[in-house]
């Protein structure tokens, strides 16, 4: 009988030991598909369908329960439909295995989402714990549903629906294999995500993954609510480094920017907005597509739909904090397009485009660019048009005022933006922070020869009044200086002094209120005041005959006893500093 060789021997041995290896491996291969198959949502959808066929008997207290219920409501009127009564059917019927009586519960908190509407008791959001674990589908869609109604309408507490444990199931149903349960389930986490406190504990159970995966779904209607959740949960810092970081969200929203649904478009680009307020995740979205990104949202600003060009433009402004990435979004043509925004018939769609250039404009090397293309005389013509908005003019006066400088002065003049910003000053109450930015950029162009001039033609009797108004608002400091620095800077006109007479009155206690006030900077202005004024004989003759001039010699007298506190602190140090330097030669 032929033997085989020991060669062969070996061979056959290894096949053995490698026919062993590959059946254990096939083994855990087969356990590991049954383990991760035997929870889909697909098998509880056959096994619902095969329960129907064998549907459990009804239980006595069901039976009573279901008859109890429905006489309840037929009897019920339309306000006492929520009691004790029907919730504790509620209760049965939504604790039993039969899908029926399950079904009639889900039916119920449909109807009632859809028609309530005062708070619903927080006992009635008990039976969602068992009809969000039904494994039928048609109560999981229901009883879904009427979540997403009852969170959107305001009918149940945001934070008590996580409290009480019903973040678990919802988070659950984002694997269910139906289209109409996903799409309930992230609207429901979009909605509960509104709540700081929400948010926090969505990321700590795991509901950022689940939502990135559907996000990708091919169903609009689930990847519009699953990128809408994953926008309010990048509300919070920790979760914008989490989606940055760890769960890789970036490619994700990035991708979306591209999206026919101009939902998902605006949702993926304020999500990126939110992520873009901490620098130090900018590395990181440029990084995708090699810096795609501002390709992207350079396109989206020429959207059609308003609020997704808006979006655009605060995404940019964000980024733009970073001066490389702002270095580049200007030499993209970035300039060109905000000029074409702020002549928008859009008021949303100006401020977005004002937001971003002011950020710009922080940056001097901008300034030839902006000047460049036309900008200012745009601007000039909006704050003319839109004098009573807070939020055009508070940035078209920022806007300004970072680049009012001497080589600037003639196309401020010829765009007409000192003259816009004069008719603001009066539109706007004194508590407001838009007043006290017109008033510091009117200041501040006050300070240039040829702008003073302009403005002193535009001015008349009832602005000069309004800034002298303006000068007493002892409660608003910042305010009432910025507003003396303009009648200051002015004052050494002879135009705007004959505009000043008829309010002697009020120049006089201005400048008394400021002599004596506790801040040097408000003692300084006073005097510089007084000084210019004291150029107009009529001005001269008035204070004669007033308390400034008791006031000047207090203020005299205090600066002499200043002056010479501050030469014996002087005459002490230096003698201290002698005696120390001939100990040092001594020793």
Known sequence: MATICDLCRQHLKN????????????????????????????????????????????????????????????????????????????????????PSLQQSAALYYLHISEELKSELPEEYLEPYHNLLQSSDLEVQRKTSLSLVNLLVEGNVNKETVVKIGL????????????????????????????????????????????????????????????????LNLSRSEKIQHLLCKKEKALPVLILHLQSPDSEVQYYSCAALSNIATNPHHHQSMLQIGDGILLKMLLSLMSSSVEKVCCQACYCLRNLSLNKNIQADIVTMNCL?????????????????????????????????????????????????VHKTNHGISYLGATIIHKLARSETQLAIIDSRCAAALLQALRY?????????????????????????????????VNTVAHLLMLTAQSEN??????????????????????????????????????LQHQEIRFQHLGLLTLRNLNKDPYFVAVFDETELTVQLRRVCQQMSETQELLQAVLFHNNEEQQKHQNINENT
């Open 336 to 384: 060109a397009q905000l000029h074409d925004l702020l002549q928008f018939s859009s008021v949303n769609v100006n401020e977005a485009a004002l937001t971003l250039l002011s950020t710009l404009a922080e940056n001097h090397s901008n300034m030839d660019a902006i000047m460049s293309e036309n900008i200012l005389n745009t601007l000039g013509k909006l704050l003319l």
């Open 477 to 514: 400091n910042d305010l009432s200086f910025q507003a003396a620095c303009i009648i200051c800077h002015l004052g050494v006109h002879e135009m705007f002094t004959l505009l000043l007479r008829p309010h002697t009155k009020e120049i006089v206690d201005y400048i008394l209120h400021f």
């Open 167 to 230: 973040l678990e199931p919802i988070l659950e149903l984002l694997g269910s294999g139906d289209a109409t349960v996903q799409c309930n389930s992230c609207a429901s986490i979009a909605s509960l995500a509104i709540s700081a406190f929400n948010r926090e504990v969505i990321a700590s159970e795991g509901g950022i993954n689940p939502l990135l995966v559907l996000a990708k779904s091919y169903d609009p209607r689930v990847q519009q609510n699953a990128v809408g959740a994953i």
């Open 428 to 460: 706007f109450s004194v508590n407001t922070e838009t007043l006290q930015h017109v008033t510091a950029c009117i200041a501040e162009l006050t300070k240039q020869e040829t702008i003073r001039t302009l403005i002193i033609q535009e001015l008349d």
């Open 15 to 98: 096949f053995m030991e490698w026919i062993e290896r590959a059946s254990e491996d096939l083994l855990e291969k087969i356990k590991e598909f049954f383990k991760n198959v035997q929870c889909c949502s697909c098998l509880k959808q056959k096994r619902t369908m095969s329960d129907h066929r064998n549907m459990p008997a009804l239980q006595q207290h069901e039976k009573e329960a279901a008859q109890e219920f429905l006489q309840h409501i037929e009897e019920a009127s339309e306000n006492n439909v929520i009691d004790m009564e029907s919730l504790k059917a509620l209760q049965t019927l939504a604790a039993s295995e039969n």
